[in-house]
């Protein structure tokens, strides 16, 4: 019997690597072609960063673990958003030598305007799945993001407020 289940989830996640880009591709184009054309001269790697930031200002090293990525490609990120005036950099007020990254205020309202469109967009793709499917939909990519960064990942252990961003970040 344990050869069968052996074989039976040997199979699954066979049918999970072929269904995870499916799954990406349909999701990125349903919910990230109307940000894109909207928001032509913003990458997705962009939109992330600014999606982060819409709680509040974040220092380079909070971006790039929010984000799984090295400071230096944060950086990189920051300094393209600041010439681009959707961000600027703001002095800690506690400690001179930290820099934090700050929404520019001419672009809040932009960012909360791509935070509705993915979220209504989120919202139709998801629409296929019952509330019982979609609650164990979320529960397994939790377990999912929980499992990958408490292992030696690129992001290290994240708590419960950290999980989703972790697991959801662009590198």
Known sequence: METST????AS??????????LMARRFGSDVYKELRDKFSNITLH??????QLKEGPLSMSELAKSL?????????AADRL???GLVERQSDPTDRRIVRLALSPSVTN???????????????????????QLTQ???????LCAGT????????????????????AVS
């Not at 791509?114 to 998801?126: C, D, G, I, V, Y």
């Open 68 to 76: 799984c990525i090295g400071e230096s490609a944060a950086t990189a």
């Open 46 to 51: 962009q939109l992330t960063v600014l999606e």
């Open 149 to 168: 960064t408490a292992s030696s990942g690129p992001c290290g252990p994240a708590g419960p407020e950290e999980t989703m961003g972790d697991c959801g």
């Open 6 to 9: 052996t074989i039976d989830r």
């Open 82 to 84: 600041v010439r681009q």
């Open 12 to 21: 699954l996640i066979e049918r999970f690597f072929v269904l995870r880009p």
């Open 137 to 143: 939909l979320v529960d397994i990519i939790e377990t």
């Open 110 to 132: 932009l960012v909360e305007q791509m935070h509705t469109a993915a979220t209504e967009k989120t919202k139709a793709f998801l629409s296929v799945l019952s509330d019982s």
